[in-house]
C-alpha cells in the first residue's frame, strides 16, 4: 500500500544501501536473525595461504577440482537462496564442480564438533539462536581472513574491488579481534512491527508516547487483544535486544557503548534500569505468560491472527512469515514510545544495520572455493536474487534496483528516513562476549516473568560482565562509537 508522497523505491534502495549505514556518530550497525559480532582494530595483512592470481575471473586461485561445502541456517531467509542460486552460480564459474548443501537450525550443535574434530565445511551462515561464538572460534584460528575477498576485483566490473561495491558497514562490522573474519550480507531494520491494516480499520493511532502505548493496551485488551508478546522459549533474545535498545532511546547510545567496553557499572546505568523497568510493568499489564513457553513461530502465527499489536523483530520477519501472512495483514514498523519524556533520543530512532553473518573456514578443504563463494554472492546478479527470493535488501550498492519490495520493507525505509541521524547503535557484546549475551537472554525470561526485579536483573548482568572482564582467558575488545 503506498500513499501520495512516500518515498520512491529507488529513494528506498538509495536510504538502505547508502543513507542508512552513514548515519553518523554512534550509528553502529547490525541486524538480521543473527548474532552479531564485530569491531576492533585496523584489519590484519591478507591470509598469506590464500594468494592472490592474476585471473580476475578467479582471484583466489580455485581449484575447479575440490568439492565445496555450504551449511546454511534455515531460518528466515529459507535456504533456496543458496541452493538455487548461489551454489548454482558457482557451478556455473567452475563446471564439472561439486558442491554439498546442509540447511539447519542447530548451527552450533552441529558444526562445533566438526570444527573441532577438523572437519569444517568450506562456507558457513552463522546465524540464527544457536549461532557459534565469533570471538571464541577467531581464538581457535577457525575463521578465515577476508580482506583478500573485500581487496578482490568485483565479479560485475574487475576494476573495481569488492569493498567499493558494497555498504561501508559491512567492512565496520567485519572485523573480530581486529580482523575481517566476518561478512554481513543483509540489511535490517529492528524496532517494533505491527499490523497497518489492523491500526486503520480500528483507527488507532501508533503510539509515540508510553502513556499512548499503555492507554492503547487497555483498549486492545477490551477487545482480548495483548499490547506486547514476545518468544520466551525460541528467540527470547528479541527481547533482550528490545530492552537494550530502549535503554540507549533513554539515555543515548553510549549506554550500549559502556556495556559493550565492560565499563564498570555499565548493566546498573539509570537508563537501563529504567529500560528493563518498562517492560517488565507492560508483560504484567498487556502481556501473557503463556507466551514463554511458545518460539518465535508459535508467537509470530498468533500476531497474524491479531492477537498481539507489537512484536520485537527485525524486517526479516515479513519474508518469514509470507506462507501464513493473510490478506488482512500488512507487516509496518514502529518506533519505541518516548519513555521518560525526555530521551535523549527523540522519538523514531530505530535500529538500522547490517547482518546475517557469513564465514569462511580457515581450516577446511577449500577456503579458496569459499571466499569466491561470497565473492559470487556480493555480485549483483547474486544480490539481486536473494533479493527477489527472500524480499530483503543487501549490501550490495543498486542490486535491487527494479525489484518489488513488500510493505513492511517500503515501511522501515520511511522510519529510517524520519529517524535521520538517530540511528540506535547495535550491541556488539553479542559477538565479543557470547557468553554474557546468552546470559542475557536467559535472564530476560526471568525478569520479565517477574521471577527477579529490574533492579537484580542489572546486578545479575553486571556480575557476569565483571567476570568476563577479569578473565584473562577473554580477548577483549573496545569502541568509541
Not at 293 to 301: A, E, R, Y
Not at 422 to 450: P, S
Request: proline share 6%; hydrophobic share 40%; aromatic share 8%.
Amino acid at each position: 500500500m503506498t500513499h501520495p508522497g512516500d518515498i520512491t523505491r529507488r529513494q528506498l534502495l538509495r536510504r538502505i544501501g547508502i543513507t542508512a549505514l552513514a548515519a553518523g556518530p554512534g550509528a553502529g550497525l547490525l541486524g538480521a536473525c543473527a548474532t552479531a559480532g564485530t569491531g576492533g582494530e585496523p584489519s590484519a595483512a591478507p591470509s598469506a595461504s590464500l594468494p592472490a592470481s592474476a585471473d580476475p575471473k578467479n582471484p583466489f586461485g580455485v581449484d575447479a577440482k575440490k568439492p565445496l561445502e555450504v551449511v546454511i541456517f534455515s531460518g528466515g531467509y529459507g535456504d533456496a537462496y543458496a541452493k538455487d542460486l548461489h551454489e548454482e552460480l558457482y557451478k556455473k564459474a567452475f563446471a564439472g564442480v561439486t558442491v554439498k548443501h546442509t540447511a539447519t537450525q542447530e548451527i552450533g550443535t552441529q558444526l562445533r564438533p566438526r570444527l573441532i574434530g577438523g572437519d569444517a565445511p568450506d562456507v558457513i551462515n552463522n546465524s540464527g539462536p544457536k549461532s557459534m561464538d565469533l570471538a571464541a572460534l577467531a581464538a581457535e584460528g577457525h575463521l578465515a581472513d577476508l580482506t583478500p575477498l573485500f581487496d578482490a576485483p568485483s565479479v560485475d566490473d574487475p576494476a573495481k574491488k569488492v569493498r567499493d561495491t558494497i555498504t561501508p558497514a559491512v567492512l565496520e562490522n567485519a572485523k573480530v579481534t581486529g580482523k575481517d573474519l566476518v561478512l554481513n550480507y543483509t540489511v535490517s531494520h529492528r524496532a517494533l512491527w505491527y499490523n497497518a491494516k489492523l491500526f486503520a480499520a480500528k483507527g488507532w493511532t501508533v503510539p509515540a508516547t508510553w502513556e499512548e502505548f499503555t492507554a492503547l493496551g487497555e483498549t486492545a485488551k477490551k477487545e482480548g487483544i495483548l499490547l506486547f508478546a514476545y518468544p520466551g522459549q525460541k528467540g527470547p533474545y528479541y527481547q533482550f535486544w528490545n530492552v537494550l535498545y530502549t535503554a540507549a532511546k533513554i539515555g543515548g547510545n553510549q549506554v550500549i557503548i559502556d556495556i559493550d567496553n565492560l565499563v564498570d557499572n555499565a548493566w546498573n546505568a539509570e537508563p537501563m534500569k529504567r529500560a528493563v523497568t518498562v517492560w517488565a510493568d507492560i508483560q504484567a499489564k498487556y502481556g501473557d505468560k503463556a507466551y514463554f513457553g511458545l518460539d518465535h513461530t508459535q508467537t509470530q502465527i498468533k500476531q497474524l491472527q491479531n492477537k498481539v499489536l507489537f512484536y520485537p523483530v527485525g524486517s526479516w520477519i515479513e519474508n518469514e512469515m509470507a506462507k501464513d501472512k493473510p490478506d488482512d495483514f500488512e507487516y509496518a514498523i514502529a518506533p519505541i514510545p518516548e519513555v521518560t519524556g525526555s530521551d535523549r533520543m527523540p522519538y523514531g530512532a530505530i535500529q538500522v544495520g547490517v547482518g546475517e553473518n557469513f564465514v569462511v573456514a580457515a581450516k577446511g578443504e577449500n577456503p579458496q572455493g569459499g571466499l569466491e563463494y561470497l565473492r559470487l554472492m556480493l555480485s549483483k546478479e547474486g544480490a539481486r536474487g536473494f533479493t527477489e527470493k527472500t524480499k530483503n535488501v543487501t549490501v550490495v550498492n543498486g542490486a535491487a534496483e527494479g525489484v518489488d519490495l513488500p510493505a513492511g520493507l517500503m515501511s522501515a525505509a520511511r522510519a529510517q528516513d524520519k529517524a535521520g541521524q538517530n540511528i540506535i547503535t547495535e550491541a556488539r557484546f553479542e559477538g565479543w562476549y557470547k557468553e554474557l549475551f546468552d546470559y542475557g537472554t536467559e535472564q530476560i525470561n526471568v525478569v520479565m516473568a517477574g521471577r527477579i526485579t529490574p533492579e537484580e536483573f542489572c546486578a545479575n548482568l553486571q556480575k557476569k560482565a565483571d567476570a568476563v572482564k577479569q578473565d584473562d582467558a577473554v580477548t577483549k575488545q573496545t569502541r568509541s562509537q
